[in-house]
């Protein structure tokens, strides 16, 4: 991953390969934005007006280059555009710089080492920088010929930007110094998530995901626990066998969990980990089947925030539950009308086998409910329903607390993950009703991604505050790539679950 400095050395004189600056977009055109004032300088106070004649106008996610001024030891300019000038404190947000500096560094690739000149008024822009920088250089070439070769065929023959220089940051601060190796963990953790999700299902099935749990936890100092089909079949854990009977690659249930001595509190993360989804006997139409190697990314989410809150050594307990399985059609697979008795001795009918995901989750909520966490959050690519309301970038949030999904919410909104709150409409609760068991696995098309919420509530423990995070839009990117955002699996939730570990290790999490 591309290598993170500190420097407080004038942009003029540091040996790089690019010079990255901020330009926003003023009243009467591109203003060029803080932290480039010595670049500007070497253009006679006149570099905004450079930029115009090249037809930069400062708006979000443009990018202009040009030549350096003589004099500078780096010989390229990168411009990258902020959107719109701030007219108050802080000059620009997070995800301002975040989106920038992740748009430059993925133009940047094949180069060794760039400064980023971009504004930084104290440690949350030079961990914003940062993140935008690591997450925005990602590159997924394992499958590209042989390891011998992959840095260097990487993103279309050109290697990630391979260091990243943040000037005004001062490498002797303590707080300087934290907020990049926040930015460090967080990005490398929600890399593995993106590798993850981009690993195609002939390699990534439950087993395989299971190890790689495990080796992680061995290297971290996690505990981990995997349930394989003996401890489900023993244990009953209905959803997740029914939903996973179907394939030749086993189920399972894996408990990873960090936990710190000083910890009052206790978060659990829930996450739906089918490997791949057919859709089951309920078969997916053609076009749909592509992508479904994606729909692990809500149990990749979670194993991601396990490893980062304990590499940042969070005061909190925080397990994590991965509801791994593989979703195929064939004679063992699940049936519509086939009843399920679930882990908490409920009974489901199946009516259709393309809900699975609710149904894997709702025997890893209750495992995660026995415990009697604070708080749980559960993390899927559940309904093309939340698509069709939010869209491809947005997450939506339920919860059976107003408070704590408004802290969910806000959490998100904060770290810069699009999200949305959602109602759980009593009315259409009705329509998981059965003839034959205690609720069935859909109902009603109308409100289709509320009504998921509703049938997993059913298998949380009374009293232990939940919430829902539907990621099927913001979860894989089949466009083009865009900010700090590859094409392919996003990492999405992992930064919404880590920053709810932090504030459940403040005490805030409400």
């Known amino acids: 991953m591309t290598a993170l400095t500190l420097s407080t ?3 003029p004189g540091l040996r790089a390969d690019a010079i990255v600056i901020g330009v926003a977009k003023g009243a009467k055109g591109p203003v060029v934005a803080p932290g480039a004032e010595a670049v500007d300088q070497a253009y006679d106070g006149k570099l905004a007006g450079v930029l115009e004649t090249l037809g930069a106008s400062g708006a979000e996610g443009e990018l202009t280059k040009l030549p350096a001024p003589a004099g500078f030891k780096a010989p390229l300019l990168v411009a990258v555009g902020l959107g719109a000038e701030p007219d108050a404190e802080p000059a620009f947000a997070a995800e301002t710089l975040r989106k920038a500096a992740g748009t430059a560094a993925r133009a940047l690739a094949g180069r060794k080492k760039a400064a980023f ?8 822009a030079i961990e ?8 925005g250089a990602y590159s997924f070439d394992a499958y590209k010929e042989n390891g011998a070769a992959r840095s260097a065929r990487a993103r279309n023959g050109k290697a990630p930007l391979a260091e990243a220089a943040l000037l005004g940051g001062k490498p002797r601060d303590a707080a300087h110094k934290g907020a990049v190796a926040r930015a460090v963990a967080v990005s490398e953790e929600l890399n593995r998530a993106r590798d993850l999700v981009n690993t195609p299902p002939n390699d990534l099935n439950p087993q395989a ?3 790689i749990v495990q080796a992680a936890a061995k290297e971290h100092g996690l505990k981990v626990q ?3 089909e003996k401890a489900l079949t023993k244990g009953g854990y209905g959803g997740i066998l029914g939903v996973g009977g179907g394939s030749a690659s086993a189920p399972r249930l894996v408990k990873v969990a960090y936990t710190h001595p000083n910890a009052e509190r206790h978060l659990a993360f829930v996450g739906k980990g089918i490997t791949y989804d057919s859709g089951g006997i309920s078969l997916k139409p053609a076009g749909h089947n592509e992508t479904m190697k994606c729909d692990m990314a809500g149990a990749a989410a979670v194993f991601a925030a396990v490893v980062a809150a304990a590499r940042l050594g969070l005061e909190t307990n925080v397990t994590g539950w991965l509801a791994l399985a593989e979703n195929m059609p064939s004679g063992s697979a699940v049936r519509p009308g086939d009843v399920l008795r679930m882990y908490s001795g409920k009974t489901v009918e199946v009516l259709n086998t393309d809900a699975e995901g609710r149904l894997v989750l709702a025997d890893a909520l209750w495992a995660a409910s026995l415990e009697e966490p604070d708080a749980i959050v559960d993390v899927a690519t559940l309904t093309g329903a939340m698509m069709v309301a939010l869209g491809t970038r947005t997450l939506g949030v339920m919860a059976n607390d107003d408070a704590f999904r408004t ?3 806000e959490a998100a909104e904060e770290v810069g993950e699009p999200a949305w709150p959602m109602p759980m409409p009593e009315h259409l609760a009705k329509g998981l009703e059965s003839q034959v068991a205690d609720m069935t696995n859909v109902g009603e098309r109308w409100g289709g991604g ?3 919420g509703l049938f997993l509530r059913e298998f ?3 009293d232990i505050a939940w919430a829902h995070l539907d990621i099927a839009g913001p979860a894989f990117n089949e466009g083009g790539p865009f900010g700090y955002t590859p094409k392919g699996g996003t990492g999405t939730a992992v930064r919404t679950l880590v920053r709810l570990a932090e504030l459940t290790a403040e005490g805030d999490l409400g």
């Open 407 to 409: 802290t969910v919410y």
């Open 450 to 452: 509320l009504l998921a």
């Open 226 to 228: 995997v349930l394989d």
């Open 460 to 462: 949380v423990g009374e």
């Open 128 to 135: 914003a920088i940062g993140e935008g920088v690591l997450l």
């Open 209 to 211: 995901f299971a190890q």
């Open 9 to 11: 050395a004038a942009a």
């Open 117 to 124: 000149a971009l504004p930084v008024d104290g440690p949350g």
